[in-house]
Nanobody
Framework: EVQLVESGGGLVQPGGSLQLSCAASGFTFPDYAMSWVRQAPGKGFEWVSSINSGGATLTYADSVQGRFTISRNNVKNTLDLQMNSLKPEDTAVYYC?????????WGQGTQVTVSG
């Protein structure tokens, strides 16, 4: 059974930090490009960041460039997102996404709320 399980969300004050993690199982994680996608209340999905299968190519949305860092561990089958200098507009449900050829998988999401 394929599983992507996100964790690490929560409530944080503006300027604070959180680290999201995604634990993958049930598929060959090192083959897959991984991404973080978020959905703010009442809005559509927004791509946040991606990392290629080998971990050498990282890309970020302009809105998070310089504040967020994506990383992966192909031994532990995990994907992380370090989020610094958080802003209220970063409030959203954050989803882990895996893609390889025609296969793609989604996690259930973790809530991040920036307020205070």
């Amino acid at each position: 059974e394929v599983q992507l399980v996100e964790s690490g969300g929560g409530l944080v004050q503006p300027g604070g930090s959180l680290q999201l993690s995604c634990a993958a199982s049930g598929f060959t994680f090192p083959d897959y490009a991984m991404s973080w996608v978020r959905q703010a209340p009442g809005k559509g999905f927004e791509w946040v960041s991606s990392i290629n299968s080998g971990g050498a190519t990282l890309t970020y949305a302009d809105s998070v460039q310089g504040r967020f860092t994506i990383s992966r561990n192909n031994v532990k089958n995990t994907l992380d997102l370090q989020m610094n200098s958080l802003k209220p507009e970063d409030t959203a449900v954050y989803y882990c996404h895996a893609e390889f050829l025609k296969d793609e998988y989604w996690g259930q999401g973790t809530q991040v709320t920036v307020s205070g």
